[in-house]
């Protein structure tokens, strides 16, 4: 009985996989794969979905929430005309400077930025001396009045935001360990948690 039990089953599955090989002739096509769904060999008619960047003037503007606690905000309102950022033109500060935040309705930028992060060693010609002892966990980080250099260059961090089709849906959903994350840096707070620092 029990042999018999085992053939049928055996039977039985051979039988499934047969139907189902016989049935499942669908083909994937080298089209369908990828995010574009065009061919690979030619893409002189393959575009991309347009790209709609928000024209709102900076100041009326909704802010964007953060994606993750202290994560770099994204910038809601147009930019036409203040990209590139170089030496001689950085167009944000003009608003986001603290000194004049507040009065052009802008997001301060954070006292994170106003800090030196970078050790200075010395170096005489001959010996070259650090500034801090790795070895102890000692860091090198140093409030200072003006914008570092390291954070001159704004777009590095935080980029213009479009509205068009996602290629990929985005299903995370940020967790802010304060109440305001969503809208409001708390890295300068924390940055300096448990290290050994020569500011100290």
Known sequence: MMKLGKLTLAIATAATVLVVGCTASKTVSEESLGLRKTTIYNEKDTTADKVMYGKDAAGASKKIARAFQDAPPMIPHDVEGMLPITIENNQCTMCHEPAVAESMGATPIPKSHFMDFRPKHNFDGKQFTKAIDNMKNEVSVKPIEQLAGARFNCSQCHAPQTT????????FEAAYTKDNGAFKSSWDE???DDLDTLKK
């Open 164 to 171: 068009g089709k996602l290629a990929v849906e985005n299903n």
């Open 190 to 192: 924390v940055i300096l």
